[in-house]
């Protein structure tokens, strides 16, 4: 079980958190102009990287809060 | 102390191990193996132990040398494996609990002892995990001298130091099982009533876990009076038993003197000593006079009498007579928890074994278990390794560093690299607990298997009970292929563990956590049938006297169609959605409109994710400009909640809108039924005229009028204290109790799609034939965009449909042979499906098993289609009378519980309704912080504060072993210096706040419906700590 950093609360058991993938995909600002493969790669399509990886976790059983941090794969080495 | 073993009676001594006091009896035989059925006898002393596999009381494999001996105890031997007895009643209370510490020592041998001594006397905190029934590991089983006095001694005064400083907690009888991810160990305590699991989590750890002596591959080495040199040690001076009269001890290592030694000194003849290493300069100091030669060379194979015991060893063509056969084969380094930490491990070539090499963790190895042997070198090792931790975890040193202890033992030297002797590799056991031979792993290599993880899973070596502890197949293995050892994957748990311990409390009723409704014991007393719904328990029927489901449900919902009837609809997920940019949030979430939605006026809404599939649905109504309510469905209340915070705090952070939960506030009554109206006029007079899809405030809530049934139906909102007054008030008035079942059937009758039921992830609100409700005038909302997508906008994807034909849900449906779809929720009067390119009148084929049935399509309306039911009755003036509901508080019915199961050392009650409000944004200047920009406040209603006195509930625990309590279901650390206010996380994994109000005392706020649940897991955990308590 890791230990992840919530910025707010501090560190807590990972259960108390849910995963919320790859950090940095925004949602597009004018979908409808979009084509498929655009949107289809919006939509669909996140990296899966063996090493670091930035991304999203939401502290459900705590404060709630959104937030990112860089995790390495293979290790579970976490950093802000 | 009388035991029994297979049935005869036996005595043994206090402090004898099962395994030490069979051995005092002189019983050679303790089982036999697993696959040939050898017959086996005891051949270690520790938790190492391949042979001596028992079955005590529902364990059925335990080994004998971890037992402690109790008055009464009843073994029996094993032939093969264990076998789990289900009816065996297990007595054992087992438990768990969450500790944290700056310095987690694992071993508390001499290693261990230094470690934590060395970090606790520099102001750690410090927990010392050890498996023996008391400190001092090796030292326990040895005579070795450190400063004058017994090693023992020198363990006895370290124990006692470190007992005195108050943030060091020693947890004897417990073994370390697992490593896992940032420093987490699970650690097993074995207590008389039931084990306890425990979660331990330390910002440093220093495994002290010593080292396994391991057994040689020679031909006969399997049988009873072959044992290894530091067991027969351990039992000669532990427990005072000699294993044997005569005894041969085969020394490829050091060990081998030390045991000659001390059998000799317990009065053992020593007959032989053979050390493949050489001559005389071999004999130490500590052996002279204990033999007259050592025997240059190996064994090569034993002799047994009648029963299998042994009677001889070969060295060569010599044949010596002997009762034991004591074997030093050089030591492994137990590494297992250091392997579980992902840490690498190297081949030692002088030591001739795994040693660490690269951490992977916030750890370090000390003494035996990295391969530094002798006591006084253990000792420096583990008082650097505990000095070391404590500097990285912020404990400099003030303090005089523990001295390293002068030790009588003479310098180690190499052991031999000897894994394998003798000449008849069949009858060589490289494995004595999977039966696996040399023969057999040369039948592995010799297929060409060159991998120690193929070969182990080739032959089964090393997947034991005990992982191969004592074994040689890695050297074996090795010698067969002409290359260095190599090691196969440490995988948790290092000693078995059943089952029984990880549930610890987790059984039964407390299993998994449930929630209730505030009407729910009434729904007892009037005998329903509940179903499960996510861990809600909801009322699924209720039967009368003699009546079976059919019945029920037939005669619920004609009372819905015909008169009046009631559900409790409390389950529904409740959001309170207020703001300047509520309207603009909701019209993007939502696939149709809300902005426009005038205050007073409800909506039925869908969800979609972003790629265009149904999420959730449910009814939202207008309180104020500002101000929605939001209803979703049961099972995804807190799936939506979160959606919403990630949209708004992710991509739209600058609207203004804030989103609280207040699903267990509100307890809702569903009044449904043509006579709704007499019912809700004796409630909610003002609710009488309602429009559909409006609401109204009255004295105690608010009445929605909204149906899922097309009755006129109505549904009663009051905070969870009058929930069940109101329940009970309006079945008094003559409506009939129904529950989901009968609730599926209006609906489905009605053709309403079920999220979850109709709806699998794949479906759009199009494919639902729901396109009214997905909005063409907004420029976006969530999903929007891929509603456009080749694959959701194109013809023949599954949509709804209607069938004839009564066949069961899940039922698949073929169109000439090919399959076009599945019946989704099947009544007598409706049965939906969905299914591809089908229409009206088409004739399917319905495969139910074996089965084939042919059904016809048809509407997915069943009743009413023209909606002329919707308005109900019209209301018929009659006397009504005022309505002043009781309160129930959620805990309520366990206050004598409560005051019955309080102690002196720990008291617990409920603070029954505390007024309680949410605050969004400003910072209110009182109450609980519980994230960025919200606030828990008690009391008076601060500015801009939602409701929720009936969203939480308060329970009080107090008393000086209040925190012992909470620590056996809180994962958080609730050391006083740590947890000085309140936090938000989970106790008994349900969702509370944590209050810390005095040095002894918490308030535990609970949401309503688990409250119930919670007090029974409390009042369990309280009953649990008095009765270890008292031990
Ligand atoms: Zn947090």
Redesign the interface.
Known sequence: MMLIECPHCGPRDENEFRYGGQAGVAYPERPAELGDEEWAAYVFMRDNPKGWFHERWFHTSGCRTWFTVHRHTVTHEIRP | MNFLFDGRSYTGLPGDTLAAALLRNGVRIVGHSVDLGRPRGVFSAGSEEPNALVQVGADPMVAATTVELHEGLTARSLRGRGRVDPAAADERRCDKGYLHADVLVIGAGPAGLAAALAAGEAGARVILVDEQPRPGGDLLNSRVVLDGAPGQAWAASAAARLAMLPETRILSRTTAIGY?????VVAVERRPGGERLWHL?ARRVVLATGAHERSVAFPGNDRPGVMLASAARAYANRYGVLPGRRAVVFACADSGYEAARDLAAAGAEIAAIVDPRGGPDRVTGVVTGVVTGVMTGVVTGTTADGDGVLDGVLVGDRLVEADLLAVAGGWSPVVHLFSQS?GRLRFDEELQAFVPHLS?QAERSAGACRGVYGTAAAIADGLAAGRQAAELTGFAQPVPVPRVPESDEPEPSPPAALWVCGDDPAASFADLHRDVTVADLARATGAGLSSAEHVKRYTTAGTGADQGKTSAVPGVVAALLGTGPGTTTFRPPYTPVSFATLAGRDRGPLSDPIRVTAMHDAHVARGAVFEDVGQWKRPWYFPLPGETMEEAVERECRAARTGVAAMDASTLGKIDIRGRDAGLFLDRVYTNLYSTLPVGSCRYGVMCT??GMVFDDGVTSRLADDHFLMTTTTGNA?QVL?WL??WH???WPRLEVAFTSVTDHWATVAVAGPGARRVVAAIAPEAVDLPFMTFTEFAHGRVFRISFSGELAFEINVPWPYGRAVWERVLELGAVPYGTETMHVLRAEKGFAIVGQETDGTVTPQDLGMGWIVSRRK??FVG???HA??DTARTGRKTLIGLDTHVPEGAQLTLDGRMVGHVTSSYPRAVLAMARGVGEGQRLVAHDGGREIPVTVVAPVFYDPENLRRDGDPFVQGGVSSFEPVRHSPAGNFAARFEAASKERVRLREVPFVPMWEVRGQDPGRGLR???A?WLVTGERPEGGVEVSGQRTVLEISGPGAREVLLTGC??DLHPSVFTGH????LAKA?VILERVGQDAYRIYVRSSFAAYLSEWLLDALTAYVASFRK
């Open positions: 896992y991810d940032h420093n987490y989590r992902q992977a972003a790629d807190a979160d915070e990630e705090q992710t991509e420029p976006d929007k965009r891929s997508r080749p519980l994230g960025p919200w994962p958080i936090a938000q996380t989970s969702g």
